[in-house]
């Protein structure tokens, strides 16, 4: 036998052996890891379109599952209470925030007849570990600690300094970080917040018994402001925006429709009427707002780093071909404009830095909802579309883009499936709410996927019902808006007034959808 047939024979080996090793089935119990950003919009990221370096994200979405319509529940506190517990927020107790206003679907913390992902991954032998952004109850029986979490590094509130636990507001809010049920004080010397998230999850993902499965919740606060993110972070970016906000969605917007994610029927909405043309901004004033942009990129771009890191410790580990990784976002981009807010505690030092306290305000939130309408606490697209990626070799085929409609509420769902859990009827002697999403299980192998007939939103009075390719939308005090998805996603053109009928009946089918979760009106909560 010659040197060079030798040679093709055991490189003909080497690649059938790699071939076996990439298509091996995952155990009967994957380990899962959830991986959640805050505030992050649609176009964020790169392979949704974005200039932003994020290549450990990108990875997984080429070799694994993307979905297109995959919506949050608008904002944070519900759509952390959809993902723990596969109910709709008010179900959960949370259809607004942390703060209690008397109604028991606005308790502001996870009620006694919900049950989160991990107390149920429990009942199957999951090891469980929560590290980041918490925001579902401040009372202790809705602690991570008590909610079936083995380990635990929280941030109770809606936003801390990345630097520190300095209060955001000046009205008596504090910013409360937990380990277990021990609180702790982050001072100006501490490890930027992504990276403390992230130390934490490996830390505690080394400390596991290597025999049972475990459940990983990463919750970063990036990118929710304040806009404050590493030196060396920033000056990657301090360039990249100098060309404004105008020219960067229309590049976003084309590498969307080339990857797939959008249709080129569906125009790009028309800029935010809030937002000034870019070219009519004074030099100062573009470096300015380029320099904001450049901030929250860079934060973009470190958690990308820091999931890098986890991908990585998975992988020194062995385990890497046997987790489950789930990634999405809790809304939209952010309108926030902190630094008009009277109850925001004011700092103006350098931007970027612990002495600073600001937000990429709406034009820039316009962008990161690209191709979309609105932001953040809205029930349009811009506020409720997220991305999504499920990446595992050997269960979940690869550089697959569906178009499946589907929601945060159908985590769960999908966690049970891949755990072997039945969703049960009571749990440690309470009934629970009946099951609300679905799993997703189907669309790992790329099969058909029944999904949801109909699907509903309610925030502070901002409201939306999806049903099919219909949409009817109204913002508080608006009237409906009715939109045809399949033609016009980007919510361009309302033809409530070409459809009256259809719009009483999805408005009627809304109203018995909030009586039954108990959505009451809100200025009655105010």
């Not at 809606?158 to 955001?168: A, I, R, V």
């Not at 970027?352 to 709406?362: E, H, K, L, N, R």
Request: charged share 20%; net charge neutral.
């Amino acid at each position: 036998m010659t040197r060079s047939i030798v040679i093709k024979s055991c490189l003909l080996l080497v690649l059938s052996a790699a071939r076996l090793f990439a298509q091996q089935p995952v155990d009967k119990h994957p380990n899962i890891v959830i991986i959640l950003a805050d505030d992050l919009g649609f176009s964020d990221l790169g392979c949704y379109g974005s200039e932003i370096q994020t290549p450990h994200l990108d990875r997984l979405a080429r070799e694994g599952l993307q979905l297109s319509q995959f919506y949050n529940s608008g904002r944070c506190c519900p759509s952390r209470a959809a993902l723990l517990t596969g109910l709709y927020p008010h179900q959960a107790g949370i259809g607004d925030m942390i703060q209690n206003k008397g109604p028991k679907a606005y308790q502001g913390y996870l009620n006694e007849h919900s049950v989160t992902i991990a107390q149920l991954l429990k009942t199957a032998g999951y090891q469980t570990i929560v590290s980041g952004k918490w925001h579902v109850g401040l009372v202790p029986s809705a602690w991570a600690v008590n909610r079936g979490f083995d380990k635990s590094f929280t941030l109770q509130n809606n936003g801390s300094s990345y630097f520190n636990s300095q209060p955001l507001y000046n009205d008596g809010r504090t910013v409360t970080f937990l380990v277990g049920d021990k609180e702790i004080q982050r001072q100006d010397t501490s490890r930027y917040l992504t990276q403390a998230i992230t130390d934490f999850a490996c830390r505690s993902l080394d400390s596991l018994n290597r025999k049972d499965p475990f459940f990983l919740y990463v919750a970063y606060t990036a990118p929710h402001w304040p806009i404050q993110a590493l030196p060396e972070d920033i000056a990657r970016y301090k360039d990249r925006y100098r060309d404004g906000w105008d020219s960067l969605r229309v590049r976003r917007y084309r590498k969307q429709i080339a990857a797939g994610l959008i249709r080129k029927e569906w125009p790009l909405s028309d800029r935010f009427a809030d937002v000034p043309d870019w070219s009519s901004l004074s030099p100062a004033e573009q470096e300015k707002w380029a320099l904001r942009m450049a901030i929250y990129a860079a934060m973009i771009d470190r958690m990308d780093r820091s999931i890098g890191a986890i991908l990585t410790r998975l992988k020194t580990t062995q385990q890497d071909r046997q987790t489950v990784v789930l990634f999405m976002s809790d809304n939209g981009g952010s309108a926030d404009e902190v630094q008009q807010w009277d109850y925001v505690t004011q700092k103006r030092g350098t931007p970027g830095s612990v002495a600073s306290i600001d937000s990429y305000d709406p034009p820039w939130g316009n962008v990161s909802n690209t191709p979309f309408r609105l932001f953040k606490k809205n029930t349009h697209e811009g506020g409720i579309a997220s991305p999504f990626i499920a990446y595992c070799p050997g269960l979940i085929k690869a550089g697959t883009v569906g178009a499946s409609v589907t929601h945060l509420i159908d985590v769960l769902p999908t966690c049970l499936s891949l755990a072997g859990i039945t969703y049960p009827a009571v749990f440690q002697n309470k009934p629970l709410t009946p099951l609300e999403g679905k799993s997703l299980l189907p669309l790992f192998d790329n099969k058909p996927f029944s999904g949801h007939e109909t699907l509903f939103w309610e925030h502070e009075g901002s409201r939306a019902v999806r049903k099919g390719n219909w949409k009817l939308v109204a913002e508080i005090d608006k009237p409906w808006e009715l939109y045809d998805l399949n033609a016009d996603r980007t919510e361009t053109r309302n033809l409530a007034s070409n459809y009256p009928q259809l719009v009483a009946e999805l408005a009627n089918e809304h109203t018995v959808w909030s009586t039954k979760v108990g959505v009451v009106d809100w200025h009655q909560l105010k």
